[in-house]
């Protein structure tokens, strides 16, 4: 009787705690988990945060009005530029420690011969190394270049060429500078590429036009189409680049909403390009699906089709992230075009966006700035993401070894992060351990380099074991001999003794 | 005496049994003499009709299984391994009972056992080719793997041909009529899953409706 009270005891303080129990845990694993991956099948995977938001700053935490409508950020060194759109201005930030703080607001620029001096809906501004500022002044149809004091050294207006439409307003939207002082513009209703500057301001031509795509089954549609069809059909026009970034050496990164739905479905579409001196896609798109953003999406909530990628920004290692206005989502891709991880979402929460229109980065931090909210919201990178890119960055400057252990740190965070694996799988390949590679690359079914560490682990195979391979080759090519052989004297023994049959007989 | 004769017949049908196997050989290099000896000379057999078209649904497993991951992105959470054989057994057998029922109406010779034995045996190079390659693709790399689809394409094709020449043989057709034939089978092929389809939305539909008729009542009464 004791012992069954006892035991009913135990039972009871048992089930108090289990009941307990369960609701703590599930209070410490809601983190602010939002990141994630996709896997070689397409399949979404929950991640650690490579890079977490800290902070949101609007126009009213900077000490001024707020901001309406801004569309554009531009990082150089410490300062960041922010393109108030709506208010005709353009703020200028320091960034110290991660804390923004105005320096100052540019409404105008000065010039005695100028007769519009304020600026009117600009939309981009570039600096130089040298600390010159162009600013895509749209709804003044000019392009300002002023040094630092914003004294005007030179303005670009609509260029008089054959090939510019000179009845369309000239209205420069995004526009880079190189090293040469070179001038790559967007303008608003150009769409064959990005319009190209000399440093004097002359207008060269036009680079990386978007292609047209037409297929077989627009031929087709064509040859049996009426005339009035076709002439409405010659209306089709490639679709404008949204967004374009320069990296360190010179090559134009740009973003667009040109794909077909199918391509998207596929995960085949480009809506990221890099572009060379002559205006050629040469982005790396190793990866099983093209960079594109989200490989699954769903239409709810207003939210519809797939990423739009809207603007872009690449570090000096090769990396880049886009954001996603449609879904507020940024993703983040290596050189070699693999996501890195996707994080963000739609809403008003830190770390989530309504209208994301531009992202930069300073240092490793990543800003990104909200039209809609208008304002900019600071991510830091993890220790995760740290560890994601000492790994690539290693292997990138040679150190296999070393980036071999960096991924297992990866891994050892998330199971699940296929790049880690390959990884791993690429740095035995180099230290000549074939068979852990494979079995590395195996289980992230990586194809290509699979096979390259199966070529020599067969090479190695055969090698060492030369002597049975020939025994085996030499039996091989003696066997139909043998067998002839013995055939022919069995054949000859029966003729024998058949005859010796037929001679008795006789 | 008894228990020998016995052995004997047994030893006969199966050599009788080696034999038609053994034929499928020759069938498939020789389609022309081979499937009318085939059905009307009685060379193969039900058995080993039956045997090949197992080994050709086995084999569709084997190279969904055994295929390198290299030239394989079958996804193995999402398959059912019933749907794969019916999904390859069915227009199978389908097509022997579209045919039958077309040949029948336009003189053709062949019984269905005949029909059913020429498809079978028009299997053959399918399996024979498929199962090497499967093999191979484990020993080789991605540059050297291109010849694969090639041999698919190739086992697919001779296993056509060869169905092509069984209806022209079998149901001893001119070749033109024989072309016809085979397209109008798989017309034909299409009208009987129309037909299974339909039967089996309206059988479902019906039941449905008594279904729901008996709960209605359910409801009322109680």
Known sequence: MKLKRKVATALLVALTILSICPAKVASATEVNSYTYNYDFWGIEYESPDAYTPVSYVDGKALGTTSMSAPDSLYARDNRLFVVDTGRNRILELLVTDGELSLTREILEVKDDELEVKTLNGPMDIFQTENGDLYIADTANHRILHTNYDLEVIKVIYRPVSASVDQGIDFEPTKLVVDRADRVFCLARNVNRGLMQFEASGEFIGFLGANEVVFSMADKIKKMLSTRAQKEKMADFMPVEYNNIYIDDLAFVYSTSDNFKTEEADAGTAKPIRKLNALGKDILIRNGEYFPMGDLQWGDSSNKYGPSRIEDITAFDDGTYYVVDRIRGRIFGYDEQGHLLYAFGGPGHKLGYHVNPTSIEHVGTDLYVLDSVTGGITRYVRTEFGDLIHSALDEYSVGNYEKSAEYWKEVLARNGNYELAYIGIGRSLLRQEDYEGAMEYFEAKRDDDNYSRAWKYYRKDWIENNMGYVIIVLVVLFLIPGVVKRIKKMRWEAREQYEYELKQKNK | ?222
């Open chain 2, 1 to 222: 005496m008894n228990m020998n004769l016995s052995r004997k017949i047994n030893k006969q049908s199966f050599q009788k049994f080696l034999d038609s196997f053994k034929y499928a050989f020759y069938v498939i290099t020789h389609p022309f003499d081979g499937f009318w000896d085939l059905t009307h000379e009685k060379r193969g057999s039900l058995a080993v009709a039956h045997i090949l078209v197992f080994l050709t649904l086995m084999t569709n497993l084997w190279t969904m299984r055994y295929t390198n991951f290299m030239f394989n992105t079958v996804r193995w959470e999402r398959v059912n391994i019933w749907t794969e054989i019916l999904g390859l057994l069915a227009p199978l057998l389908i097509y022997c009972v579209a045919n039958w029922c077309l040949t029948t109406l336009f003189d053709g010779k062949g019984r269905m056992k005949d029909i059913y034995i020429g498809m079978a045996y028009s299997l053959t190079p399918y399996i024979l080719i498929t199962n090497p390659v499967t093999i191979i693709s484990n020993f080789v790399t991605i540059e050297e793997g291109a010849f694969i689809s090639y041999f698919d394409v190739i086992a697919l094709g001779w296993s056509l041909a060869l169905i092509l020449v069984s209806v022209m043989q079998v149901h001893d057709y001119s070749f033109f009529k024989a072309i016809l034939t085979f397209i109008f089978s798989i017309a034909g092929m299409m009208i009987i899953v129309f037909l299974l389809l339909l039967f089996f939305d309206l059988i479902s539909d019906g039941i449905g409706f008594f279904i729901s008729l008996y709960k209605e009542i359910m409801y009322r009464l109680y």
